[in-house]
């Protein structure tokens, strides 16, 4: 503890005894001197605390935390811990399970599937409800779209270093239906440049975006 908070220091390596952790390095001095945490704090080894306990499920468990790093897979990550518990399961004595509790990928995994179905959805419907009212060539236009913008913002993304989370799922969920409205807007309009107007083609797609921009 610190001033009543917490402070976690990362070793790199793997440390047991009181010593090792106690020969840790906190900072480093321009003049080769080095402070350690033996040097602000006193490293000793007591034992199992018997006034913590977990429990899953009504039962007695002990708990382990996997968590990952900033730039790491939730989802694959999931999958390496279920492979290393099926492993360790049979090795386990009679009356013992091991099992993951609280994990996250099948969160993930679902706002995935909710965000193909919508775009699924959403390509179906501009699709059809274009073919009804305009030409094919304006409906495969303004459909081919959406996934191209689903592309550029996973594209965009990657380049900046961000990760499909929870909250970036979120967004892309969200602004799909903005994808799908725009389309049909700048679509219909510049069909009708195009038809009533007599404007060539790419003057009426340029005018209608612009329109649209504005």
Do not use: C
Request: hydrophobic content about 50%; aromatic content about 4%.
């Amino acid at each position: 503890d610190v001033a009543q908070g917490g402070s976690r220091v990362r070793t790199g390596t793997e440390t047991r005894s009181p010593s090792q952790v106690a020969a840790l390095v906190l900072a480093a001095l321009p003049d080769g001197t080095q402070l350690t945490i033996g040097d602000v704090a006193r490293v000793t080894d007591t034992g199992i605390d018997r006034g913590v306990a977990y429990f899953v499920s009504g039962h007695p468990a002990v708990t382990v935390s996997v968590q990952r790093s900033a730039s790491g897979d939730a989802i694959g990550m999931q999958q390496s811990v279920q492979e290393a518990v099926d492993q360790l399961a049979p090795t386990l004595p009679e009356g013992v399970t091991a099992e993951l509790v609280r994990a996250r990928a099948e969160q993930i995994s679902a706002r995935l599937s909710l965000l193909l179905d919508n775009a699924l959805l959403g390509l179906a419907l501009v699709l059809g409800l274009l073919f009804l009212f305009l030409n094919a060539r304006t409906a495969i236009w303004v459909a081919a779209g959406i996934p191209a913008a689903l592309l550029a913002a996973v594209a965009l993304m990657h380049a900046v270093g961000m990760t499909i989370n929870m909250i970036s799922l979120f967004a892309l969920i969200l602004t799909l239906g903005i994808i799908v409205d725009d389309a049909i807007v700048v679509g219909e309009h510049a069909d009708y440049r195009a038809r009533k107007l007599r404007e060539p083609p790419r003057v009426a797609a340029e005018r209608a975006a612009r329109a649209m921009a504005a």
